[in-house]
């Protein structure tokens, strides 16, 4: 028996990365799961290891900037699968640079794909977790906010703290309906983390050793796991939180 039998999850980005590991941990547990991005190919390989654990999956192309294609999947989640229980919001576009290089068009996508489209998502399931007698919704945020120098990490973490607010007053608001929800703020061996540390081996070495467990989050054992357990019911007392899944690097305040 899994701690998540019966529920279903719908989670952005899980063709890779971050996203990838938590579909691949929840479905362990039991959860059926409703696999979106952007990439139909990365979808599938995901949703075939699902299955060939024994578990439930089904594919569903979305670009999250696109609010008619979120409205669209929720819709497809529950038709394919009977509701929808956990959310998990993982997709975004991270711009990174110094504020004199980022374009008002790339602040604009990236508002669009961050706290726009989460906002857009998490109320088209309100009124499906309330109808089920609650549910969970996790966002995924950065430690890029609390770093010790955030140059070149400001239009990033100013999208990713519009939505770790956005998680805290949804806790606020909507804790009466039994829906939890709560922001995850990870250090994982993503695409783009790998890019970046066989790019600058050297920044890359000196980042680990940041990190006081000296090493970087697998997204599935190290953040999915996580993820699968804030979701159950084993933390049905924890909403409103920002959990740091970084190895003990940030500082949060």
């Known amino acids: 028996m899994g701690t998540l039998d019966g529920k279903i999850a719908l989670i952005t980005g899980a063709g890779q990365g971050i996203g990838r590991g938590v579909a691949l941990a929840l479905a362990?547990?039991?959860?059926?799961?409703?696999?979106?991005?952007r990439t139909e190919s990365k979808l599938v390989d995901t949703v075939e290891e699902i299955r060939a654990l024994?578990?439930?999956a089904e594919?569903?192309?979305?670009?999250?900037?696109?609010?008619?294609?979120?409205?669209?999947?929720?819709?497809?989640?529950?038709?394919r699968f009977g509701g929808i229980d956990v959310l998990v919001l993982n997709a975004s576009l991270n711009p990174l640079g110094p504020l004199l290089g980022l374009k008002p068009s790339l602040m604009d996508k990236a508002y669009r794909t961050g706290p726009l489209a989460a906002l857009h998502a998490m109320q088209?399931?309100?009124?499906?977790?309330?109808?089920r007698g609650g549910g969970s919704i996790v966002t995924m945020v950065t430690s890029a906010a609390v770093r010790w120098d955030t140059s070149g990490y400001g239009g990033y973490a100013s999208v990713k703290e519009a939505l770790r607010s956005l998680t805290?007053?949804?806790?606020?608001?909507?804790?009466v309906d039994g829906i939890r929800v709560n922001a995850v703020a990870p250090h994982a061996l993503s695409p783009g983390l790998k890019w970046w540390t066989e790019t600058n081996p050297e920044e890359a070495a000196e980042f680990v050793k940041s990190i006081p467990l000296r090493r970087i989050g697998d997204p599935e054992q190290d953040i999915g796991r996580a993820v699968a357990w804030i979701v159950s019911d084993e933390a049905r007392y924890l909403t409103g939180a920002t959990v740091p899944l970084d190895g003990?690097?940030?500082r949060w305040s």
């Open 248 to 250: 003990g690097q940030a």
């Open 28 to 37: 362990r547990e039991g959860a059926a799961v409703a696999v979106t991005g």
């Open 124 to 131: 088209l399931v309100h009124p499906v977790m309330k109808a």
């Open 54 to 56: 024994g578990g439930d």
């Open 59 to 79: 594919p569903i192309v979305c670009d999250i900037s696109d609010l008619d294609q979120v409205t669209a999947t929720v819709q497809r989640t529950v038709d």
């Open 168 to 175: 805290r007053t949804a806790a606020s608001e909507w804790g």
